[in-house]
């Protein structure tokens, strides 16, 4: 027996997040075995985590009868030390960046209140709000997926808590100046969160500026570049004021020991990230380079593509039936239905992916 007159009226509103696709989907759907599907999908690491952090998931594994410590203090000291900020503006998060965003929103948002979105982006950050009364003002991005300022903060009421930012941003890649960032904090009464999940693999990031901004919040995560997405770890960026009230509505505990201690392995193997990123750096450039479409730039460790004339549904199902997983973007709010997402793999997976391309654009535009 269901009880919906039970679920707030607000949720029954909020469309379902859509996550990648699998291997195993992938492999039951189209009877592929599972060991030759490349996964471009999810932006994961595909080097996969350092063997560093590995190591430190299996000496911990005995210890998971124990509570972790509940503010994650020896990570953040590793993260201190990473980011260049003092222990009093980092706080660690779990289930990921996600995590944090969810407490932010509990923070923040009462019925009514609004957050502004420019899209396309990352579609979780819509769902927090929503979830607590809050309600999304979406501003479209520019044709080469760039943002307006003076348009971001028309958008403003007098509701408006939450300004999100992506950069790089997902799924387009491109990055938000820093000239662009300051005028919008300048001339907000809003706080503004700036998602960084990508930032290893861009050329800027504005962790700095949270120590000369009072209404400045940066997220970010250890899935991408860390290569750690299993484990679901994030960390925020936060003004001191804020950080106090945070802690109020955090869930405790929310980062498990094994998790803590694998972030800080894997922050101190550097030549595994460094190793990962130019990984990226060179394997983008080549499809860019190479795709038989046209292909956005990236500060990321993906490529957004155009496969115009043709749909993003009609190809993304083509490369399923090769055993390849892309990202279709017709899920993420005003990107329309011919953009592909395509994670930067390794070098033999990234050739596969572009001679893929090739033959579908072939075969479809001959047909």
Same mark, same amino acid.
């Given at each position: ?30 009877? +592929? ?239 595994? +990230? ?35 004339? +043709? ?57």
């Amino acid at each position: 027996m269901s009880r919906p007159e039970l679920i707030k009226k607000e949720i029954f509103s909020i469309a379902e997040y859509v996550p990648g696709k699998s291997i195993e989907e992938i492999a039951a759907g189209y009877g +592929l075995d599972p060991g030759k599907i490349i996964k471009l999908g999810s932006n994961e690491n595909p080097l996969g985590p350092s063997p560093a952090a590995v190591e430190a998931l299996c000496r911990e594994a005995s210890k998971v009868n124990l509570y972790p410590s509940a503010d994650a203090r020896e990570l953040r000291i590793a993260l201190s030390k990473y980011t260049g900020l003092p222990l009093s503006n980092l706080v660690a998060s779990g289930p990921g960046m996600d995590g944090l965003l969810d407490g932010l929103c509990r923070l923040l948002i009462e019925k009514g209140d609004e957050v502004i979105i420019p899209t396309p982006t990352f579609a979780y950050y819509e769902l927090p709000a929503r979830a607590c009364g809050g309600k999304a003002v979406f501003v479209p991005r520019e044709a080469d997926y760039s943002v307006v300022p003076e348009k971001i903060l028309a958008a403003e009421s007098k509701r408006t808590k939450l300004i999100f930012l992506c950069s790089p941003n997902n799924p387009s890649g491109n990055s938000l100046s820093e000239g662009k960032l300051r005028q919008i904090l300048e001339n907000t009464k809003a706080l503004v969160f700036v998602d960084e999940a990508y930032v290893e693999f861009a050329s800027r990031n504005f962790a700095a500026l949270v120590l000369e901004y009072d209404n400045l919040i940066i997220g970010r995560t250890f899935s991408k570049a860390f290569g750690l997405a299993g484990l679901r770890l994030g960390y925020g960026l936060l003004p001191e004021w804020l950080l106090r009230e945070y802690l109020r509505v955090a869930t405790p505990f929310n980062v498990s020991l094994p998790a803590q201690k694998a972030g800080i392995a894997a922050l101190s193997d550097q030549k595994h +990230l460094i190793k990962s990123i130019e990984l990226v750096q060179k394997g983008r450039v080549n499809l860019i380079n190479a795709l038989p479409f046209k292909v956005y730039p990236s500060e990321a460790n993906f490529v957004l593509v155009d496969v115009a004339p +043709l749909k993003s549904k009609t190809v993304v199902e083509a490369l399923l039936k090769k055993g390849i997983i892309v990202r279709s973007c017709d899920s993420f709010r005003a990107a329309g239905d011919t953009l592909i997402r395509v994670t930067v793999g390794t070098a033999e997976q990234n050739e596969k992916l572009i001679e893929a391309f090739k033959a579908i654009k072939t075969e479809f535009l001959r047909s």
